[in-house]
């Protein structure tokens, strides 16, 4: 069974920094693309950051570049989602998730449940 587990969410002023981390289980994570996705109320889930199985090639969106760094670490088999210059139009549920196959940056097969991050002004 395929776990993905976030944590680190929470409430920050803008301006603030905060790290998600994801825990993953029941596949091989080293194969695995993986990457973090948000949904706000009201709006599409939309893409932040992807990292490839090797780690050497990442992508942004352009909200997330120049303030977020996605990052993994296959031998602990998690991957993490600095954030920092955050704004209040960050504020969303992000989630973790994994992706087996060719890279396609916004689209996966297993998903984290989610973990809130509330920036206020």
């Known amino acids: 069974q395929v776990q993905l587990v976030e944590s680190g969410g929470g409430l920050v002023q803008a301006g603030g920094s905060l790290r998600l981390s994801c825990a993953v289980s029941g596949l091989t994570f080293s194969s695995a693309h993986m990457g973090w996705l948000r949904q706000a109320p009201g709006k599409e889930r939309e893409f932040v950051a992807a990292i490839d199985r090797s780690g050497y090639t990442t992508d942004y969106a352009e909200s997330a570049k120049d303030r977020f760094t996605i990052s993994r670490d296959n031998a602990k088999n998690t991957v993490s989602l600095q954030m920092n210059n955050l704004k209040p139009e960050d504020t969303a549920v992000y989630y973790c998730?994994?992706?087996?196959?060719?890279?396609?940056?916004?689209?996966?097969?297993?998903w984290g449940q989610g973990t809130q991050v509330t920036v206020s002004s």
């Open positions: 998730a994994a992706r087996r196959g060719n890279w396609v940056r916004n689209q996966y097969d297993y």
